[in-house]
């Protein structure tokens, strides 16, 4: 770029290098707009007789082109691209979904000098047309080589997010007490309700039982035939590991225990399995109260049917003390 001082009448074509004000303070046109004739002779009218300007050398991306580009790349699932002002670009959901980040490629991403990306935390639950990203250039030019450089990276190893919808899931609960499932149920089901609904769903199928093996695993094949997104058992009890009655029940129906432990407070003792594809959780003290915890880090991906694996519930310590 070759930024000067030019006779406005010769400014067309060029883009402003810093924003002009009118006389009163109120913005007249802003830093990297492209001036055209129309603007031309709205800065004579205001009395300007010179404007800071740049143009593009050969082998330059103009900003607005150059977050365009990168923005086409980064994402996929449920969203729109939106541009903006200043050399940007806002990645916005379609409909109501998780966000699922690489965080690797954009920590490389974002290594390059003159592009630079944001996005929401992985696993995060976003509202349909929430924005979830956004690509920002250095002011009003990139090298292309460094364009197509970071482009080639993004088409080789994938994009960076993804907006997966959460549609129509479908919540099991299994409420669980050492007397009777009945207490369980009185004590967490209000606060099952709103967890649930800031997820913008609610509970499809609940049963209780007594803690032990054999109703345990009763309770969860019956739930498991309707073919839940994803099954929560909701204990009294603080069980010492997978050993203990709901991870022997869980093993009893043939379920893939993933991980036992998270690294996040509150919700150490989270237990994560899966019946085939059906993910069944067991998170003993995380539906006493509706303050954040491990369930509400892992619920949005599984409500948008991802699998989540024992490796990235151990990448949630993080960020993993919630208060």
Request: overall charge negative; hydrophobic content about 40%; glycine content about 8%.
């Amino acid at each position: 770029m070759r930024a000067q001082t030019v006779d406005v009448r010769e400014s067309t074509g060029r883009i402003l290098c810093c924003t002009i004000f009118r006389a009163g303070g109120r913005k007249l046109l802003a830093k990297g707009h492209v001036l055209n004739e129309e603007d031309v002779r709205l800065l004579e009218i205001e009395g300007l007789g010179q404007v800071w300007v740049t143009e593009l050398e050969d082998g330059e991306v103009g900003e607005d082109d150059a977050v365009r580009m990168a923005a086409a790349e980064i994402g996929c699932g449920s969203l729109e691209i939106r541009p903006a002002a200043g050399g940007r670009a806002n990645l916005h959901t379609t409909e109501d979904s998780s966000v699922l980040v690489d965080d690797e490629l954009l920590k490389q991403i974002n290594c390059a000098a003159n592009v630079v990306i944001a996005t929401s935390p992985n696993f995060s639950f976003a509202r349909a047309g929430q924005r979830i990203a956004t690509v920002k250039s250095a002011p009003f030019a990139v090298p292309q080589p460094q364009l197509e450089a970071l482009i080639g990276i993004l088409k080789e190893r994938g994009p960076i997010l993804q907006a997966r919808p959460v549609r129509s899931p479908s919540v099991a609960i299994l409420y669980t007490d050492a007397q009777h499932g009945d207490r369980a149920r009185t004590m967490f089901e209000a606060i099952m309700t709103q967890r649930l609904e800031r997820l913008g769903t609610s509970a499809t199928f609940a049963l209780s039982c007594t803690e032990e093996e054999e109703p345990v695993a009763r309770s969860l094949q019956h739930l498991l035939r309707a073919n839940p997104t994803v099954v929560l058992v909701a204990s009294t009890t603080a069980p010492a590991g997978p050993e203990d009655v709901i991870g022997r029940a869980m093993t009893r129906i043939g379920c893939h225990l993933e991980r036992f432990l998270a690294p996040v407070e509150p919700g150490n003792l989270f237990m994560l399995g899966y019946k085939e594809e059906v993910p069944i959780i067991s998170a003993p003290g995380c539906f006493r109260s509706a303050k954040s915890n491990v369930v509400d880090l892992v619920l949005p991906p599984l409500l948008a049917r991802y699998r989540i694996s024992g490796w990235e519930i151990a990448g949630l310590g993080h960020g993993g003390l919630l208060h």
